[in-house]
């Protein structure tokens, strides 16, 4: 919002838009569709771990797990030296034991042993995204993600780029990439960074 002459003279050569991922999509336009298990561990544990990290680095994941865990954040474990690794996800320690949420590239640069490509193609349809959970070099968990932008939002962005605006997004969702906001936001992709 620009109030007064002052404003709009002020913010008149402004050619980016910064804006974090997570204030793109509202919190109930993340959805979990399903979760898909591998291994012996259990789902419960899955789900904390995955909590842990997404709510500490923030962003559209963590609106899904804090509803998971119904806003009980006492129950989180013990989460410490987060690292974003670029358009890949999350790494860190959780409760004693290294922990990577994020999506296949992340997983096969940790040498984390993983299913066909075409399992995960086989789920991630209709606007479905995967996003896999390691825990102690194995893997855990995919759970199967949904983003769904506001009508409000999407108008409010397709202005500001048609008005000479570029959108510079800030992210530690692997998912959140150009091509995504490109499609989700029908916004040309070079317009978006």
Known sequence: ILTGYD???DFSDANVLAVDAQDLFPDDGVQLYSIKTFGSQSIDRALLDAAGVTIMTGGPLASIFHRVIEGHTKILPEVDTLVYEDGMG?????SGHRVLIGNRMLMENHGISMPAAEFEKKYTRDGKYAVFLSTMGVLSAMFLISYQPSAQMKDALQRAV???LSLSVYSCDPNITQEMLSETFDLPRNAIK
């Open 90 to 94: 999350v790494s860190g320690w959780v």
């Open 162 to 164: 048609n008005s000479g």
């Open 7 to 9: 404003a709009v003279y």
